[in-house]
Nanobody, 118 residues
Framework: QVQLLESGGGLVQAGGSLRLSCTAP????????MGWYRQAPGKQRELVAT???????NYGDSVKGRFTISRDNAKNTWYLQMNSLKPEDTAVYYC????????????WGQGTQVTVSS
């Protein structure tokens, strides 16, 4: 089992910015996808953004143009830069690592709270 370590959540005013980080404890030498998901109270968990090992990105419609996902393979870390935050971005944000080595793997972070005040 792999423990993903998240950091960077917090409280911010609407229009502000935050950056989330997620680190895997060891090198990820495989085909993989790093991602961010979020879950607001009473709602289903939803995709925020993903980036694959080739650098291709994908974003949820509600965050396009405001959020940017990136990765630093040397640090086994990926990031979510969140700009122009809105109260509706308030949620617990989870990082996720999926991929294929000798078999499929799918790991989640513990979640970090992001609260955007109006």
């Amino acid at each position: 089992q792999v423990q993903l370590l998240e950091s960077g959540g917090g409280l911010v005013q609407a229009g502000g910015s935050l950056r989330l980080s997620c680190t895997a404890p060891r090198s990820i030498n495989s085909i993989n996808v790093m991602g961010w998901y979020r879950q607001a109270p009473g709602k289903q968990r939803e995709l925020v953004a993903t980036i694959n090992s080739g650098g291709r990105t994908n974003y949820g419609d509600s965050v396009k143009g405001r959020f940017t996902i990136s990765r630093d393979n040397a640090k086994n870390t990926w990031y979510l830069q969140m700009n122009s935050l809105k109260p509706e971005d308030t949620a617990v944000y989870y990082c996720r690592l999926t991929g294929l080595t000798t078999g499929l793997f799918d790991y989640w972070g513990q979640g970090t709270q992001v609260t955007v005040s109006s």
